[in-house]
């Protein structure tokens, strides 16, 4: 069978942007009040390394709850506004029009539109009437590299056709103001809205080739009813472990084909990874993963360390500001005690220097990624949170 390569990737996202230190106000104003463990898990907002999110709807649309009718409503123009663009851009970048598209896969979790998705946009992005249709629901965080591995299998099935691969994941609109729990806590301070689309195609060519795939099922969790969907952060109690990958090859590494040195795509937390590789032991062709958690939760959680935060800048201006006052005062000292001046109880000085360097310790230790507002009007992270930079003491 040959093998499906990957001919273009495309991107998008929402134009409202969130910063996280503003989602963490409001959801102090929101939660807070409400939920008194709310303080001992705020620290999770700045732990993700997320700097900002997009979403499809104004920040303020989310201040309130919002039922069923008005989440879909915003669902279906969020949506297919992004399918559109993000699709564009892959056709685009492969030199091809909507009417050469044969195949259609779209992967979503966080919406249900019935007709789906493609169908709704099949007319402005110029879909042939023969294109086959294939809407994928309910994989949540697996869904993207489960749907690359149903579009490619499907490249490989029909070789001379092109799979054009749709996934859209509006999580913000699974916000919940009713959920009290560590688990919505989470959902709010990661998830954000965004599409990503793939045109496959079976044969030599693109930036790099899908060799295989494999999944392992597992049960998953539903909350469905009156209430609008919410997104479970973790698996319930004797659920089994589930992970899924797929093998990629580079066109400048296919000479090494012969070993095993591919790339192993996968999504998840650490107990994903390591029942996805205790599967495959004893096999050939052994996953090699990276024995602590994922690279891509990795990366988001030091994303942040490359810049300095506003905590950072001013921490160390007072940091400069303490060593002048250092050099400041024991070039007075001097001065003074030759013209025959006399120092009284100067082990004191000692004292203070400890207590200001231990001070200055654990700002930079505790507060050194945390949100900063130089007013402190309203700011329910000055009112409640750990460290508040907005009355730093000084130096008499």
């Known amino acids: 069978m040959p093998t499906a390569a990957l001919v273009s990737l495309a991107t998008s996202a929402p134009p409202h942007v969130f910063l996280q230190k503003d989602v963490l106000a409001a959801a102090w104003d929101e939660l807070g009040p409400r939920f008194p463990e709310f303080a001992t898990f705020s620290s999770i907002f700045a732990n993700t390394g997320i700097v900002k999110r997009h979403g499809v709807r104004p920040f303020e649309w989310y201040l309130k709850p ?21 699709a564009q851009k892959a056709l685009a970048s492969a030199h091809l029009g909507g009417g050469d598209i044969d195949t259609v896969v779209t992967v979503c979790s966080t919406g249900i539109a019935t007709p789906s998705l493609e169908a709704r946009v099949a007319r402005a992005m110029g879909f042939r009437s023969d294109v086959m249709r294939v809407p994928v629901f309910g994989l949540g965080c697996a869904g993207g590299v489960s749907g690359l591995s149903i579009a490619s299998r499907l490249a490989q099935a029909r070789p001379g056709t092109n799979v054009l691969l749709v996934a859209i994941e509006l999580c913000s609109l699974a916000l919940r103001h009713d959920e009290l ?33 494999g999944e392992h099922l597992a049960d998953a969790a539903f909350d469905g009813g009156h209430r609008p969907l919410h997104l479970p952060s973790r698996r319930r109690p004797g659920h089994h472990r589930a992970g899924g990958g797929i093998f990629t090859q580079s066109r400048h590494a296919r000479s090494r084909t012969a070993d095993h040195r591919r790339l192993w795509q996968h999504v998840g937390t650490h107990g994903v990874v390591r029942a996805r590789t205790r599967a495959r032991e004893g096999t050939a062709g052994k996953v090699a993963v990276d024995g602590a958690r994922t690279r891509l939760h990795r990366k988001l959680r ?79 992270w000055c009112r409640r949170g750990p460290i508040d930079f907005c009355r730093i003491p000084t130096t008499p």
């Open 302 to 380: 030091h994303a942040a360390a490359r810049h300095v935060t506003s905590a950072e800048f001013i921490l160390g201006l007072v940091t400069l500001q303490r060593a002048g006052e250092l050099v400041l005062s024991r070039y007075n000292t001097h001065r003074l005690l030759a013209r025959g001046a006399v120092e009284i109880a100067p082990r004191h000085y000692l004292l203070i220097v400890a207590v200001h360097a231990a001070w200055l310790i654990s700002l930079w230790v505790f507060g050194h990624d945390q949100p900063v507002n130089v007013f402190c009007r309203n700011n329910p």
């Open 181 to 213: 729990t560590k688990a919505n806590i989470v959902a709010v301070s990661l998830f954000g809205d965004g599409a990503a689309a793939i045109i496959l195609r079976a044969g030599d060519g693109g930036a790099t080739r899908i060799e295989d795939a």
């Open 66 to 86: 919002r039922g069923w009718p008005e989440r879909t409503q915003a669902f279906l123009e969020g949506a297919e506004a992004l399918f559109v663009d993000v």
